[in-house]
């Protein structure tokens, strides 16, 4: 009796599982279209949940017993309990006991889940439906339990529990936590970006139609659907939340709460988001209906949080997307962006400095300087930062080595132009796609093996998103290079010292790019006492110059750069080794006592034999 | 960094030559030539700028082409013949190595050296006038002087270019030999090469154009040149404008570095190389007026001491490089400090003109505050950390215990300072006190500040005893308590003021003064200036030949003007026998130093200054328990090498500054450098 | 024993003080005679009676005095009339002495406009009349905020082109930049030059003198400019090296919030010593000296500071001075036009109260 | 209200690509602030003659809908061309930027053409009101002073740097703006006989560094009282100059 109760009640809830996912359905299809893989999709589906996933998910290993318990309790009991249908399991006991096991482990899995917010809920998990759920799914897992061990009526009572608990699971789906599994699936298998899981980088940004009639991303149906679909997958794990820089430095940005704001646009009047907010922001924007724009201005674009995602949700994209809306359409990207950007309209560089200065950091070096026509083996890629005293320094260390290891070099000059990575960011795409058009075009004439630069933005911007502008380089991080010209032995260096170095990944190399090993290879040889922040390599912390943040430069409690010197103090170095320009403007930026900055090319340089 | 200091790192090219800053040190003769030949002294010295981070440094102020302007009596470079051009070729690639140019200042001296030294032959010069600072009487040159100097700087040019350097420039500047024709003040012939200020310019003419031939088309030749001599009889503002403009428009220079004022006797000399009693980049706007209305890069040095004022020549259009040469003896790493953004720790000139004043007595150059300079073989510019940590404490904080702490602190030690007074300086306090002098209190700032910033513990306002220093169980003490002031042991000597006394308590003294002056140094010339500004009749007996003997000449004539301004009154050739008191005044016996006569002063107020004698209290109640019992090796002091007793038990002692003996500022730096670089 | 006294010794060899000091060794005389005996030579003044042509110098003289960019004005009028031309200055109404600062300043004839109010379009008008009565060979015109645009409407009166904001004049050349400063123009000084201010020397040879031209009598003008009132400013928001009146603290302030609060009443723009900047007081944008700001004050207070060399070369250009400081010695009481030797604590609390 | 900008070629000073003057940007912001706040019914066009060179049509994106380019050949003078516009479109205001920057930069052109059209120009505003049948223009002057003009209308206005800041660059209304192209009139300049050379900066005069000593007067140990009413008194001669 209890048994067939059972089974009826998996075969209902499975039919309101199929109403709501219809219901959610329709809410996605207020997005644009995308063309999406489906077939590909679903078949990649349980490699991308079992693998992809589960690695992210693992790196909290408390978070992924409770979930394999809870996700797997619950999926397998009534998967199996679906399976009644077949005669001959029906009337199976071991089938029975299976079931039990399967609901016990849920059980498990609900105690669990409880025991996450209880007594002391952490700051980045939310509350409200989030606290109901242990309820549902312990009422579920319990009741199905006594319906299978116990006989007669407590059995059917079980079957109420269950009923009891199933239904409000089932309820959840539109409007609570239970949403992400039904569109965590969905989204593993429409995801926007399904090259990511081939273990690919895929960080570039894709081009916008400029002729379109919106620009990005204005109302909440200007998302692709699959991008709504995404929001829809997140569990408010709060990863997010705890690895984003802005947030730590108090500035209003909470990237959990900003996907939740998007889904709430797209739903009117569902439960309310329970979680910590944007800090110092009360109420809802205008963007979109819900956001303030100083929220989409205080990211760094440091995809800290899309590597920290186990729904494998893209923050930046959408970011990125009401930025080009922000910027194209109205002009209004904040501080000083409107300068600088009419800055690299006009002059080809964020300074708006005449380009033949790009040269003056390395005079008397006599460089080559390549000509339209002419070929040479390595290109090396000066950036925006060559205008910059500091990061001159760099550069000329790093000619120094280049030099040293005789390598057949050039540059490009007052014919370089910035590579666009800060329009972008900032949004401004047209601007972009012009930096991009004149440099490729450029680029076609002249022909090189390679381009080393020491610009992390450069080298993501010229390695993964001009190739859709038609240019395809092979692009080499400075780092690299220099640990190619180590192991090949084409520079020696003298014997490593004893300086207590931490090294910095910048997010463009390390989390954009996936190269964390070459730089701390090269700093193995230079120092016996390389020593590791709590964060390194992909879970690395923003230096907070990325994304154009210290343009619009919105305000928070502290400021990132501090934030990240604090940590690297902790770990009692006395030289903080960057490869980036960006980081070290940031972190020399840094006021009062502090450990040392220089760039890796520098050490080196210094380090020649 | 602000954006006009950015101007001062926009590269610059000349003639295909690119310099990669705006920085420059111009020419100076520091006396670090030896047999006329810049060797590993003077290269090592140009070099520690390039390191620096310097654009552009020229070495060989004053460098000799011909045989009758002799290198030797200023210890200089003679180009005079090929044996120099290995000297110049190694010297260039040391220079080079570290990214900066190098250039070297030609010049045929005229009248304006001695005949009396290397090779006793007659000085030249347009005509026979005498030149008041060298007092040479110089030959009127005939055509045939001509051509052979003409022909002499055309040979140095080309040994210039075979040397390696990246240039030179022919100085027609302090009344060298081609401003001597140029000066109506000097030149009064009647033949081509004198008469209109074109004539005027014929020789030089000739001397550039034989030089353009000898070196070549690709190689770089400016000129130093003044921008107003600056008197009744000399060129005019406008003058030299005309000559600027027109070498350049015959193309005859790649640039033309103006100064101010010229040199031909000792306040002229004062002038253009103003000391701290100038404002600060007195002649930019004769730089100014000249780059106005040429094409080519102008070069300007002159009082130029501060990075934000160089920054401003620049960036304003003033001038195309600035020299910073005294700056940089006082502290070579400038370009460099400023792109680490460490513009607080730049080590400023003070203008106290030190450097200049010591080779006018035929010595070397040298910083009053930064012993370094000049002595790059053995003496660090960039203090290296120490392997061990000690435990070290100064007692004094005037300039030796302050630089002596700086480098204990730099090594990496731990220092603890003490001081009596509330602030540090010790002695710069009260020389500072003297009206045009206050600039020497940079150096004491500079210190202090490093010192905080390093960390130091600073215990102000603490007379230290034997049991104080103790207290800190050091592992070295360093003594620096300096000097107090010397009444002097005449009978009568408790009557008497000392100038110490005056400047420091600042006693305001009416009446009439006997200033009594035994030391020559600018202590009591100052204090001379501090009374009679305040109103006193100040007269000034001396036992030298002149008030103030004693200081520089780029300093002396300020002090001289300012008294003569004044009316204090300077006797010179008198000793002071005696003071006493009659009635409610003083009586001063004071004895020719010459004739032996006597004779009395009635005053009221009788101040002396016999310098100072050492405080040693602190040192001679420690020298006992000192494992080195006080003593500080001398050889290893001036080898700089490290001094015995490392390593034993029990502390180490010693004494620095006028707490050894009363001498100056350097000493007491120097003294402190030299000892603590090897803690 | 001698007993000596050799300034008495000395004073009574005094023959005469004045023009020079006399000494004579054989006179014992003791009182000093004053008698000037050497005539001072009165100054040459040069007139150009029958000038070869005329150039104009359009001044602004606001305030009634010659500004720096006046004299600049007719500096380079000055130098394209070279010896035997006469400079023509045309000039607002300025008080009686004004005519020795235009000889002074090297003007051979004024020319007076009479435009009591703002009306730029009757000078204009004037000035055309003037150009056509006289036939200048060059005008040239203060490239400044009003006499630009009068320039300009000069300009567009007499069809003639305007050579803008001139950098560099020669009688046979002037450059200005254009293309966004990207190239320089050269050409002979054209009829209407309009030239940049501290860019050409004023003139500073013997005075000449300046006789006074009938004012031009022009049709009345259309009178589009209806109305006009110059209104008060907020000091304290002018960039400092614009200020004409600056207040300036130095280390002998305490009270810093009392100062900027003076400041503020008083309506001057605040300025600091860099002792008072390195100590953190006031903002290092506030530092005014060879390593601040150059002012170009009309006007300068001084509260507590020395006169530092360094300090001075930042107020090199400011014609008064008052300065407030304790001790009388102080360099910059002997820069002052006006010193008060008192504390400036106390004095700032005075000012406050009055205002 | 009907309202025209001048714009003109404009070049960057640093590297010489068109860009648009930043004086007669903050003109288009002027005139669109007039239309919001006060007069509603305004039209604001741009006006060019010349080229539809970029830095023009660039304007479109600072807030400009609507751009009247009248072709004519770069070396044209454009007086005659704009006068005739401005016949046809009858304008009660016209707005310039006191200099161009990219040209002749001589900044004579509003003046040439408020002569050619008898209307009042005034020079570098920073506000503009209506004042009844008038306008009320806020002019800057040197040293943070202002004054306040009534100008009658149609005039023309030219802008000061000192005006509030240009709109922001929008790419899409600088792609979607309008521009009414039309012929202008062919009006050969006479060639000028200028030497044109990269620019050398001259510097500013500077003075000689010798402080002159103003023998002033002197106070001694006066009240606070005394002494701050001679402060006021030296003060005041000095106010207003
Ligand atoms: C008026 C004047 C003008 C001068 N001009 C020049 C010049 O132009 N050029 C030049 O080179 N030199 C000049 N000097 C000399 C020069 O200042 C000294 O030679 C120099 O300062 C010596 O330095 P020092 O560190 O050895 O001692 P000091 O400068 O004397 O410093 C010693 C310090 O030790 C402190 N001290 C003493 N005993 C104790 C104790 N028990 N505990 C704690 N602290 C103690 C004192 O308070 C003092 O601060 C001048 C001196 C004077 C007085
Ligand atoms: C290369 C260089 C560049 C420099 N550049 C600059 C610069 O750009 N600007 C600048 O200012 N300085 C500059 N200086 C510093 C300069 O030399 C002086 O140190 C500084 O100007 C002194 O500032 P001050 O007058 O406020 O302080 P102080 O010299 O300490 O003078 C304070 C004055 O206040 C008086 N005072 C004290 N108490 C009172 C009171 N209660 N009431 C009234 N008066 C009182 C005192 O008598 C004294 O005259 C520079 C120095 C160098 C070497
Ligand atoms: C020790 C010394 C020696 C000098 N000798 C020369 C010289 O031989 N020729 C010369 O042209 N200038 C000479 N000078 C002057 C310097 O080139 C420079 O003009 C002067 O120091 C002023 O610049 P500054 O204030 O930057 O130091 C000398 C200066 C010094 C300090
Ligand atoms: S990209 Fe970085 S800054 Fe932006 S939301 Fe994510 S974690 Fe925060
Ligand atoms: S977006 Fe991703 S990381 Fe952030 S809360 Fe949602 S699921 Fe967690
Ligand atoms: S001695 Fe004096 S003048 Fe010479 S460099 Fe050193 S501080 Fe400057």
């Known amino acids: 009796m209890a048994f067939g109760a059972l089974v009826l009640l998996a075969w209902l809830l499975l039919a309101g599982v199929a109403v709501q996912v219809g219901r959610l359905g329709l809410r996605w299809r207020r997005g644009a279209g995308a063309s999406v893989d489906w077939l590909g999709g679903l078949r990649a589906l349980p490699r991308r949940y079992l693998v992809d996933v589960h690695a992210v998910v693992a790196r909290k290993p408390a978070s992924s017993v409770m979930h394999q318990a809870i996700a797997g309790g619950l999926l397998a009991a009534t998967g199996l309990l679906l399976l009644a249908a077949i005669p001959a399991l029906f009337a199976a006991a071991l089938y029975w006991l299976l079931i039990a096991l399967a609901f016990a482990v849920a059980l498990v899995g609900a105690v669990l889940v409880r025991r996450r917010r209880v007594p002391v809920k952490p700051a980045s998990l939310s509350a409200g439906a989030f606290l109901t759920l242990p309820a549902y799914l312990g009422a579920y897992a319990a009741g199905g339990l006594i319906a299978t061990l116990l006989p007669g009526v407590p059995g059917l009572l079980g079957v109420a529990l269950a009923a009891f608990g199933g239904i409000g699971l089932v309820a959840q789906i539109t409007g609570g936590p239970m949403r992400h599994a039904v569109a965590g699936a969905l989204h593993l298998a429409a995801h926007p970006r399904p090259a990511r899981f081939a273990g690919g980088a895929a960080s570039d940004l894709v081009p916008l139609d400029l002729d379109a009639a919106r620009l990005g991303v204005g109302t909440i149906g200007d998302f692709a659907w699959n991008r709504l679909l995404g929001f829809d997958a997140c569990i408010q794990c709060g990863r997010c939340e705890e690895a984003c820089p802005a947030f730590a430095a108090g500035q209003p940005l909470n990237p959990k709460a900003l996907i939740q704001d998007f889904c709430a646009a797209n739903r009117k009047g569902g439960t309310a988001y329970a979680g910590s907010p944007h800090p110092g922001i009360a109420s809802p924007g205008p963007v979109l209906g819900v956001l303030h724009a100083e929220t989409l201005w205080s990211c760094t674009t440091c995809r800290a949080c899309v590597a920290a995602c186990p729904m494998m949700i893209e923050h930046v994209d959408a970011v990125i997307d009401i930025r080009r809306n922000l910027t194209l359409e109205h002009g209004a990207a904040p501080g000083k962006a409107d300068a600088v950007l009419a800055a690299l309209r006009y002059a080809g560089n964020t300074g708006g400095l005449a380009p033949a200065q790009r040269l003056d950091f390395a005079a008397g070096l006599k460089l080559r300087v390549l000509a339209p026509g002419e070929a040479v083996d390595t290109l090396l890629w000066l950036g925006d930062g060559a205008f910059d005293r500091r990061y001159g320094a760099t550069l000329r260390a790093l000619i120094g080595i280049m030099r040293a290891a005789k390598l057949d070099f050039a540059v490009l000059g007052p014919a370089e132009r910035d590579c666009g990575d800060l329009a972008r960011r900032l949004g401004d795409e047209a601007g972009f796609a012009a930096q991009a058009t004149v440099n490729v075009a450029m680029l076609g004439t002249m022909s090189f093996t390679r381009i080393v630069t020491a610009d992390p933005h450069a080298l993501h911007v010229l390695r993964q998103e001009y190739p859709a502008f038609g240019g395809h380089y092979t692009v080499v991080h400075h780092t690299a290079l220099i640990d190619e010209l180590i192991t090949t032995n084409r520079i020696t260096l003298g014997p490593a010292t004893d300086t207590v170095i931490t090294y910095h990944d910048p997010c463009y190399l390390g989390r954009y790019n996936g190269e964390t090993a070459a730089p701390r290879r090269v700093l193995a040889r230079l120092t016996g006492q390389a020593v590791e922040m709590a964060r390194a390599r992909e879970a690395s912390f923003c230096c907070g110059g990325g994304g154009g943040a210290p343009v619009t430069d919105i305000p928070g409690k502290q400021r990132i750069p501090d934030l990240r010197m604090e940590q690297a103090r902790e770990t009692g170095a006395s030289l903080v080794a960057v490869a980036c320009p960006g980081c070290t403007a940031m972190l020399e930026g840094v006021i009062g006592p502090r450990p040392l900055v220089r760039d890796i090319a520098e050490l080196v340089h210094e380090a020649l034999q | ?679 | 024993m001698i007993r000596r006294d050799p300034r008495a010794e000395r004073d009574a060899m005094v023959v005469s003080r004045t023009p020079r000091l006399r000494l004579d060794r054989t006179h014992r005389g003791g009182a000093s005679l004053t008698r000037a005996d050497a005539p001072v030579a009165a100054p040459t003044i040069i007139h150009i009676a029958e000038p070869a042509f005329l150039v104009f110098a359009v001044i602004e003289a606001a305030g009634g005095a010659l500004n720096r960019h006046d004299r600049q004005v007719i500096g380079a009028a000055r130098t394209l009339a070279g010896r035997d031309a006469a400079v023509v200055v045309l000039t607002p109404h300025l008080p009686s002495q004004a005519p020795d600062a235009i000889g002074t300043a090297g003007g051979d004839r004024t020319i007076t406009l009479p435009t009591p109010t703002y009306d730029p379009e009757r000078s204009a008008a004037l000035i055309a009349q003037a150009i056509t009565d006289h036939a200048p060979r060059h005008v040239v015109f203060p490239e400044s905020a009003d006499g630009g645009d009068l320039a300009r409407r000069v300009a567009a009166l007499t069809e003639a082109d305007l050579f803008a904001g001139a950098e560099s004049l020669t009688p046979t050349q002037a450059i200005r930049p254009a293309q966004a400063g990207r190239v320089e123009l050269r050409a002979t000084p054209p009829r209407l030059i309009s030239i940049a201010p501290d860019r050409i020397a004023p003139y500073h040879g013997a005075p000449h003198a300046a006789d006074p031209l009938p004012t031009p009598a022009a049709a009345a003008t259309p009178g589009g400019i209806r109305a006009a009132t110059t209104l008060a400013v907020d000091a304290a928001t002018i960039p400092l090296d614009q200020a004409p009146l600056v207040i300036a603290a130095g280390n002998g302030v305490t009270d810093f919030a009392g100062f900027l609060d003076l400041a503020r009443a008083l309506g001057a723009t605040p300025g600091a010593s860099r002792v008072v900047c390195d100590a953190g007081a006031l903002p290092r944008a506030l530092q005014v000296g060879a390593s601040g700001t150059v002012l170009n004050a009309e006007c300068y207070i001084a509260l507590g500071i020395s006169g530092a060399p360094q300090h001075l070369q930042g107020i090199g250009t400011v014609e008064h001075i008052v300065a407030i400081n304790t001790d009388l010695h102080a360099a910059i009481i002997a820069r002052a036009g006006l010193a008060i030797i008192a504390d400036a604590q106390d004095v700032m609390q005075a000012l406050r109260a009055m205002l | ?241």
């Open chain 4, 1 to 241: 209200m009907n309202i025209i900008v001048l714009l003109s070629a404009g070049r960057d000073p640093q590297s010489g690509t068109p860009r648009p003057v930043p004086v007669e940007l903050q003109a288009i912001a002027l005139a669109l602030a007039l239309a919001t706040h006060l007069a509603p019914t305004t039209t604001i066009t741009g006006l060019h003659a010349g080229e539809p060179d970029p830095s023009v049509l660039d304007a479109l994106g600072h807030g400009l809908t609507t751009l009247t380019l009248l072709r004519t050949n770069p070396a044209d003078d454009p007086l005659a061309t704009l006068a005739a516009e401005i016949d046809r479109a009858r304008p009660d205001l016209i707005l310039a930027g006191r200099r161009g920057r990219g040209g002749t930069d001589s900044g004579l052109l509003p003046y040439r053409l408020a002569r050619a059209r008898a209307m009042p120009i005034a020079a570098d505003a920073i506000a503009i009101e209506p004042d009844g049948n008038d306008l009320a223009i806020l002019q800057s002057l040197p040293r943070g002073a202002r004054r306040r003009l009534t100008l009658a209308r149609p005039a023309i206005v030219t802008i000061h740097e000192a005006a509030p800041p240009a709109r922001t660059f929008a790419f899409r209304a600088r792609r979607s703006g309008t521009i009414h192209e039309k012929p202008g009139i062919p009006a050969p300049s006479p060639t000028d006989n200028h030497e044109i050379r990269p620019y050398r900066q001259r510097p500013r005069l500077i003075a000689e560094t010798t402080q002159p000593t103003t023998a002033g007067h002197l106070m001694l140990a006066p009240t606070p009282e005394t002494a701050a009413a001679a402060v006021l008194a030296y003060v005041e001669q000095f106010r207003g100059r």
């Open chain 2, 1 to 679: 960094m602000s954006a006009s200091t950015d101007a001062l790192f926009r590269p610059l090219t000349l003639r295909g030559l690119t310099i990669r800053n705006r920085l420059m040190s111009t020419s100076h003769a520091p006396g670090y030539g030896r047999d006329g030949k810049p060797q590993e002294r003077y290269q090592l010295y140009h070099a520690e700028k390039a390191k620096g981070g310097i654009g552009l440094t020229m070495f060989g102020g004053s460098s000799s082409v011909s045989l009758d302007s002799p290198a030797a009596p200023w210890n200089q470079v003679s180009v005079a013949d090929d044996s120099v051009i290995p000297y110049f070729q190694q010297f260039a690639d040391r220079v080079h190595a570290h990214g900066a140019a190098l250039m070297i200042q030609l010049t045929h001296m005229g009248r304006r050296t001695r005949w009396d030294t290397e090779h006793w032959l007659p000085t030249i010069s347009a005509s026979p006038l005498r030149e008041p600072a060298s007092r040479s009487i110089p030959r009127e040159m005939s055509q045939d002087d001509i051509d052979r100097v003409v022909h002499d700087f055309a040979e140095a040019a080309r040994r210039a270019r075979e040397g390696g350097m990246d240039g030179c420039e022919i100085s027609a500047a302090h009344g060298h030999l081609v401003d001597q024709f140029w000066s109506p003040s000097v030149n009064r012939r009647t033949d081509g090469y004198g008469g209109s200020l074109l004539n005027r310019m014929r020789f030089g003419f000739e001397v550039l154009a034989a030089m353009r031939a000898a070196a070549g088309d690709d190689f770089v030749i400016g000129m130093r040149m003044s921008g107003d001599e600056l008197f009744d009889e000399g060129l005019s503002g406008e003058d030299c404008v005309t000559i600027a403009a027109e070498h350049t428009r015959r193309g005859l220079v790649d640039f033309v570095n103006v100064m101010g004022g010229q040199a031909r006797d000792h306040m002229a000399h004062a002038v253009s190389l103003p000391n701290m009693a100038f404002p600060v980049a007195p002649f930019l706007y004769l730089a100014s007026a000249i780059r106005r209305e040429v094409e080519v890069p102008v070069f300007h040095a002159q009082r130029i001491t501060d990075f934000a004022t160089a920054a401003r020549a620049v960036a304003e259009g003033h001038v195309d490089m600035v020299a910073m040469t005294r700056a940089h003896i006082a502290d070579p790493y400038i370009g460099r400090k400023l792109l680490e953004g460490r513009a607080d720790d730049i080590r400023q000139c003070v203008g106290a003109g030190y450097c200049i004043d010591r080779i006018y007595t035929g010595a070397d150059a040298l910083c009053i505050q930064n012993a370094a300079t000049g002595r790059e073989a053995t003496m660090p510019h960039v203090i290296a950390k120490a392997a061990t940590a000690r435990r070290i404490v100064v007692v004094g904080g005037g300039p030796g215990g302050l630089e002596a702490a700086r480098v204990c602190a730099e090594r990496g030690h731990h220092v603890v300072l003490f001081e009596r007074e509330s602030a540090l300086g010790g002695q710069i306090n009260i020389a500072a006190k003297a009206g045009w002098r206050e600039a020497l209190s940079g150096i004491p700032r500079w210190l202090a500040a490093q010192v905080r910033k390093l960390g130091v513990d600073i215990r102000l306002g603490v007379a230290a005893d034997a049991a104080l220093v103790l207290a800190e169980r050091p592992d070295i003490v360093v003594v620096a308590t300096g000097g107090a002031a010397n009444p002097g042991l005449m009978p009568g000597a408790d009557l008497v003021t000392t100038t110490q006394a005056v400047l420091h308590q600042g006693i305001d003294l009416s009446g009439s003064v006997l200033l009594y002056d035994a030391m020559g140094q600018h202590n009591a010339a100052s204090c001379a200036e501090y009374l009679a500004t305040r109103g006193a009749l100040v007269e000034l007996a001396t036992p030298d030949r002149m008030a103030a003997e004693e200081v520089g000449t780029t300093n002396q004539p300020v002090h001289l003007r300012n008294m003569y301004k004044l009316g204090v009154i300077v006797t010179p050739n008198l000793d002071i026998v005696a003071v006493r008191r009659e009635a409610n005044r003083l009586v001063a016996v004071l004895r020719n130093t010459m004739d032996m006569v006597e004779e009395e002063r009635v005053v009221d107020h009788v101040v002396v200054d016999f310098g100072t004698l050492p405080v040693d209290a602190v040192f001679t109640d420690l020298k006992d328990g000192a494992v080195n019992r006080g003593q500080t090796d001398a050889a290893a002091l001036i080898a700089g090498q490290p001094q015995p007793h490392q390593g034993e038990a029990g502390y180490r002692l010693y004494r620095i500054g006028d707490a050894a003996a009363g001498r100056n500022i350097h000493a007491a730096i120097y003294d402190a450098l030299r000892l603590c670089k090897d803690f």
